[in-house]
Structures are given as C-alpha cells and as structure tokens.
C-alpha cells in the first residue's frame, strides 16, 4: 500500500517541482507499465499468429482427405 501511494504523490507532482531522483524512478515506472502492455500485444499477437496456423493447416488437411476420397 505504502508503495502506491508513493506512486501516487510522485505522479501528481509536476514535472519541474520533481528532482533528478524522482524522475528517474518516474521514468523506470513507465517504462515497467509500457513493457507490460507490449508484452501483452505481443502474446495477442503470437497466439493469433499460431491460431491462423493451425487453421491453415486444418483447411489443407481438409482438402487433401477430400480430394483422396474423389
């Protein structure tokens, strides 16, 4: 809890009223929030990806049994 709040009052501070020290963790907090949404558009990504796959590969599976059976 200490540590949200803390979060909190760093981020209501204005940018100029901020020292070098706060900043540099307002940085590495961003940065920590920009990576978890890039990680989660990457696994969205990877999982459409490997859907699209294996759809594929059902559809040529598909046609290859209909084809046979003709």
């Not at 920009?34 to 990806?49: H, P, V, Y």
């Amino acid at each position: 809890m200490k540590v949200n709040s803390t979060y909190n009052e760093l981020f209501k501070k204005p940018l100029e009223e901020r020292s070098d020290r706060e900043l540099l963790y307002t940085r590495i907090i961003l940065q920590r929030e920009a990576n978890k949404r890039l990680q989660a558009i990457d696994n969205n990504l990877k999982f459409f990806f490997y859907l699209t796959v294996f759809g594929l590969i059902v559809a040529i599976l598909a046609y290859i049994v209909m084809e046979s059976n003709s």
